[in-house]
DNA sequence: GTAGCGATGCAACGGAAGTGCATTTATTGT
DNA sequence: ACAATAAATGCACTTCCGTTGCATCGCTAC
């Protein structure tokens, strides 16, 4: 739990009650969570408060936004070496077209692709569909 | 325009007029469209009308969804030689973060990628976000 | 012509993101 | 310790977009 406080306090976030919570909630699930999840998970929580908190952690570099396909946003926290704000961590997402889950594949990156001339690449998102490990292995 | 009637017919879609506007009107636009940039450019349509459309495209093979991380579902007219619906024409999307267009790549696929054991691909999308050429020339 | 089916149009619902403002909680300076 | 200030929280509301139900229109076939 203090460690929680910890890395918080390192990336400029205060602390609160709240977000160790929210905190905790993500580094246990090991999935990308929707807002939606938390607000089911905390029935006290304000729907507000979950969205600004997101957004804070968002931009200190906290936890890193995924886009599955499935147009609702995601997150998921960022690992210690992870530089998604500076795009350097490419890394891809898997998205069970079963359970609905989205897991990141941290060790997966996103291959280099040469692009057409006046093109200027900025940031890629990669996902893969299909049946992840849980659901294949049924 | 007897062009576009025939391709509908041999796709099953039965060519009304509305259908053939939209069709045309995608056709002209090189990229690709959400249902609300439809609405705008016909002022008599019904949003209704043009989901369906679209919906019933989709179905038929004449256009493909694509998600460009906007969270908007956009489409754009199948290639004749696209096999969108069989997973096998992975092309992939570039984002304009300036003029917030969506181009179709379709020489550029998207690479194959070894999953961790457990894990069945069945679709992938790849989008690269950046600075399309027409903005990048400006 | 008329029966039937597909296409269209209107209205409404629902989920999710996002914003304005008031209130509470925490922090800082004296 | 207390006031002043800033940050975090909570409530209400809006907007955007996708989606559905139902009535109506129009074409097509018999």
Redesign the pocket.
Known sequence: MKEIEKTLESKS??P????ILIYKYMAEKEIAV???DIENAFA??????L???L??FEEKGVVHQIDDGT???KYALCEPGCNCELDQDLHLHFHCANCDETVCLTEHKIPHINLPEGFIAEDANLVIKGICEKCSGQ
Not at 44 to 49: A, L, P, W
């Open positions: 976030v205060r609160t009650a709240m977000r929707a807002l939606t006290k929580s304000d729907r507000t408060t969205y600004r908190t957004k804070t147009g609702i946003h």
